[in-house]
C-alpha cells in the first residue's frame, strides 16, 4: 500500500500491529521543519492501541539528532519500553538478522556512516 504513515490509524484496528517498521523516514533536519517527522510524542501516542500487547516498533535512521529525539520521546512515555538500542547498528550485536534496506544498501556502498536503531514495545495496561 502507497500511503503516509501519518494515515496507517485509519487502515487498521485496534491490537492489529505485531511490529511497525519506520526505516530512514525523512529527519526534517531545519528545526522550523521537524514539526513534520512522523515519529513524534502525538504520532506515538495515537498509534499506541493499534499495537497488540508487546507488539513492536521498529526504527532505523542514519540521523543521529533525531534518533536521541524519539529515544527521550519514547523514554517519557510510559506506554512503550525500548528493548534494543544501538547508535551503531552495522557494528553491533543487533547487525545479525539486520535486514538492510534499499537506502541502507545505498549507505554501505558511501562510507558506511553510523546508523540508529532501536526497537520499542508497546506496553498494555495490567
Ligand atoms: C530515505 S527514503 C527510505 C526508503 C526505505 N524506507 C529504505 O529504507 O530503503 C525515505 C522514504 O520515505 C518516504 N516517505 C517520506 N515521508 C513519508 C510519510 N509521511 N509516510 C510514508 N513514507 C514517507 C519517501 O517517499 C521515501 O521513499
Not at 2 to 29: M, Q
Not at 56 to 77: A, M, R
Request: proline share 4%; glycine share 4%.
Amino acid at each position: 500500500m502507497r500511503e503516509r504513515g501519518e494515515f496507517l490509524d485509519e487502515y487498521l484496528s485496534h491490537n492489529s500491529i505485531d511490529c511497525l517498521h519506520i526505516n530512514f523516514p525523512d529527519p526534517w533536519s531545519k528545526k522550523a521543519k521537524r514539526k513534520h517527522r512522523i515519529l513524534s510524542t502525538e504520532y506515538l501516542t495515537k498509534m499506541h492501541p493499534f499495537f497488540r500487547s508487546e507488539g513492536k516498533l521498529c526504527f532505523k535512521t542514519d540521523h543521529l539528532e533525531y534518533f536521541q529525539t524519539v529515544t527521550g520521546i519514547l523514554n517519557k512515555l510510559n506506554s512503550y519500553t525500548i528493548d534494543q538500542y544501538t547508535e551503531d547498528l552495522h557494528q553491533s550485536k543487533y547487525a545479525t538478522g539486520n535486514i538492510l534496506t534499499e537506502f541502507e544498501m545505498l549507505f554501505k556502498s558511501k562510507g558506511n556512516p553510523p546508523i540508529g536503531y532501536l526497537r520499542a514495545k508497546a506496553l498494555r495496561e495490567k
